[in-house]
């Protein structure tokens, strides 16, 4: 029998011990799913409060557990914990993380330049125009879809995608401007 489906079925029947060992095997694990969806937007003490956070509703939720599937619910359980921990952050600003050194990501210095680089971005959409400042923040900071934004905001679909992809080209144009290659 998979190793995945005895630890599940440990932990469905409530094991203490089972717990600990899921957490030490996919907590590395449930970490890069947060950093993921988050996109660089949380420090590294809220990366681990949502991980824990993400094995304290695995235990809660044992009893949902499909033994086959530990690891993927793990993965569901992290990024439903990232997205509603998101909007809780006092500026969250986007990093594309498919554009980041995967060996360097956590270094010190990639991390102080995606600071710097979040604290520029953050100073410039504080700059933009209503609506497309609401338009951008929705979209990218909160993961609405144009049609939920448009219907928030009373305008056409249309609309709110044409004023996306200005302002994603200005924001571009901006920290260009500013030194950063992007």
């Not at 793990?74 to 990093?95: E, F, Q, S």
């Not at 270094?107 to 933009?128: G, W």
Request: aromatic share 6%; proline share 2%.
């Amino acid at each position: 029998m998979d190793e995945n489906i005895r630890l599940a079925e440990r932990l469905i029947r409530k094991e203490e011990k089972a717990l600990e060992e899921t957490i030490d095997k996919f907590a590395k694990y449930a970490a890069a799913v947060i950093y993921h969806v988050s996109k660089g937007a949380m420090t590294k003490e809220d990366i681990e409060e949502v991980t824990m956070d993400t094995f304290i509703t695995l235990w809660n939720n044992a009893e949902k557990i499909q033994k086959d599937k530990l690891k993927g619910y793990i993965a569901c359980i992290a990024k439903t914990r990232a997205k509603n921990k998101l909007p809780t952050l006092k500026k969250a600003v986007m990093i594309d993380i498919d554009e980041l050194d995967p060996e360097d990501s956590f270094s010190i210095s990639a991390e102080t330049e995606k600071k710097e680089l979040c604290r520029e971005l953050t100073k410039i959409i504080d700059t933009i125009d209503e609506p497309d400042r609401e338009i951008i923040i929705r979209h990218y900071f909160y993961y609405q879809k144009i049609n939920s934004i448009a219907q928030a905001l009373g305008m056409r679909s249309e609309n709110v995608k044409v004023r996306l992809h200005r302002t994603r080209n200005k924001l571009k144009k901006l920290l260009t401007e500013r030194g950063y290659s992007l």
